[in-house]
């Protein structure tokens, strides 16, 4: 067996002594100290990979703070929309829908609901799952609602393009010349029936006239009866103004016009009389619409003011009995 020599200084003796080693000492003192260096330099390594990132984590890191800052500006964008969407869809229900009379777009079209498949099957098991699916959730609802809220300006749009048309079909004048407003006999609502001696519903207004006063189209549209008879309405005329509305008035000594000629608001279209089942010369007014009689007292708009349309309903309400 070799042995290696050492030289090595004894301070205590002050002599340089040599030392031998076999060669399996030799060995084992490189090992353990490969090992040292091993075991130090991959410690070194975690330590300072744990203490401090690496170039690639740390834009990594940066890239993940870009993306949550974008996710909060997104849902406080989102909000924004939403809020200037309620506020439209307000608008929209309160003012330009009721300009035009008709109802609020439907609840139901405005928010269906998501309903089916699972959209954010897609989006599970990440860190930032709940957020994307928060905002995906909200993006198609806004989706929604702008689809839902464009469709009901097209039907606005609709409504405006036939608005002037309409305003002149709706039945909104007094159908006699009542300028005092004394001619009102009798409005809607229950009346004793001069003729048959009971309370019945009275589905028109009554306006007590001479006979041969004029009776005026309420509103532009075309004569679709011109009927006499000895009972009910007597010699009577029908209109039909489009939009849904109708009128009828009775009781008529003469017509004017003839069945399928239009007429525009204000025109005459007969006189007074006390034909069919009256007891005095006067005008049975009828208006309805969509097929249901209605209160006529609601569509004089267009020649009283609020304060004559008050004294209408109080000598409307007054009369007791009516003319039928
Ligand atoms: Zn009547």
Known sequence: MSRFKKSKFNPE???????????????????????????????????????????????QSREIAFLESQISRLENDIDEMVSVLDNIEVRDDAIYRTIF????????????????????????????????????????EVQRRLVAQSRSFDEVIELANTHEERLNSIPAIQPVRNYDLKRVASGWGNRFHPIYKVMKFHYGMDFSAPTGTEIFATGDGVVVKVRRSYTGYG????????????????????????????????????????????????????????????????YYFNDLTPAQYEILLQNAEVAHQSFD
Request: net charge positive.
């Open 13 to 59: 003796t002050l002599q340089i002594e040599v030392i031998s080693y076999s060669v399996k000492d030799y060995v084992w003192w490189s090992l353990r100290n490969i090992g040292w260096i091993v075991l130090v330099g991959t410690s070194s390594i975690l330590l300072f990979d744990f203490a401090f990132d690496s170039p690639k984590d740390r834009v």
């Open 101 to 140: 009379g008709t109802d609020p777009y439907p609840e139901y079209r405005r928010n269906p609901g998501i309903g089916g498949a699972d959209r954010n099957r897609a989006l599970r098991g990440y860190d930032h799952t709940d957020d994307i699916s928060d905002l995906t959730v909200r993006v198609a």
């Open 235 to 298: 010699r009577h005329i029908v209109i039909q103004h489009g939009f849904g509305y109708e009128t009828l008035y009775a009781h008529m000594s003469k017509t004017l016009v003839v069945k399928g000629q239009k007429v525009i608001r204000g025109e005459t279209i007969g006189l007074v009389g006390n034909t069919g089942t009256s007891v005095a010369p006067h005008l049975h007014y009828e208006v309805s619409k969509d097929g249901k009689k209605v209160n006529p007292a609601h």
